[in-house]
């Protein structure tokens, strides 16, 4: 893993948005319509976050994923910043601050048959991500 120094320096943005809390702008990301298998994994240090058969477009212009890889990957923080009540996604190996989680998920499991109740939207940035097929 990179240190932060190394990362401000190699890649600003991806510091900014880790490191500092930042956003990438909507739409932006190059893996919002990346295939769906594999794995996504922490930019900043690797660690397994989100399985590509969580994944949905959920029309927000973020990457988004119904549940993390495990329980333990990933921390959930209460955010109240900028007049609002959020929930932080952080990475639970390096604390980096990869988006929001809302409970506005979809209601359609993985085969796009009707679930019972909502899932989560883990609307995550995808400078964040680092996505390995298999």
């Not at 794995?39 to 240090?45: E, H, N, Y």
């Not at 690797?46 to 333990?72: H, Q, R, V, Y």
């Not at 190996?93 to 809302?102: E, P, R």
């Amino acid at each position: 893993m990179k240190t932060d120094e190394q990362l401000k320096k190699d890649n600003p943005e991806l510091y900014r948005v880790a490191r500092q809390g930042g956003t990438e702008p909507s739409g932006s990301s190059d893996l919002l319509h990346a295939d769906k298998e594999g794995v996504f994994r922490c930019a900043v240090c690797n660690a397994a976050l989100f399985s590509g058969d969580t994944k949905f477009e959920s029309g927000t212009g973020w990457p988004s994923f119904t549940d993390p890889i495990s329980k333990d990957a990933v921390k959930l923080i209460s955010d109240n910043s900028h007049g609002m009540r959020r929930t932080e996604v952080q990475c639970a190996s390096c604390n980096a601050h990869l988006g929001h989680v809302f409970p506005d998920g979809p209601d359609r499991n993985k085969d796009g048959e009707r679930d019972l109740g909502r899932h989560d939207r883990y609307c995550i940035n995808g400078i964040c991500l680092d996505h390995k097929a298999t």
